[in-house]
Nanobody, 123 residues
């Protein structure tokens, strides 16, 4: 059983930055960040394979960077130039063999999920 613990959420003004952290319990496979705005579907944000290959949703390219530290089983999500549309609950997810092509976008393929951390961006 893989446990994922997110932290780093909060409230910021538009244009600000936040860094989210996800710590996994001894896991080396694909890890990703998803977000779910209130009343909307969950959507992929970024993914990182065990080999440190990164994947980004088109909506966040250029503003968000995912970094992975395999020694500490941690994935960071550095978010810059935040917009009110980035307001959502952000979830860390993990699953094997997913970080390839467009598979990483499919939330149903991930087996492990964290509890989420809220990000609120005000205008």
């Amino acid at each position: 059983q893989v446990q994922l613990v997110e932290s780093g959420g909060g409230s910021v003004q538009a244009g600000g930055s936040l860094t989210l952290s996800c710590v996994a319990s001894a896991y080396s496979g694909c890890m990703a960040w998803f977000r779910q705005p209130l009343g909307k579907d969950r959507e992929a944000v970024a993914g990182v394979s065990g080999a440190l290959k990164t994947f980004y949703a088109d909506s966040v390219k250029g503003r968000i960077t995912a970094d992975r530290d395999n020694r500490n089983n941690t994935v960071l999500l550095q978010m810059n130039s935040l917009k009110p549309d980035d307001t959502a609950m952000y979830y860390c997810a993990a699953g094997n063999g997913i970080c390839q092509g467009d598979r990483w976008l499919q939330s149903q393929l991930y087996v492990y999920w964290g509890q989420g951390t809220q990000v609120t961006v005000s205008s």
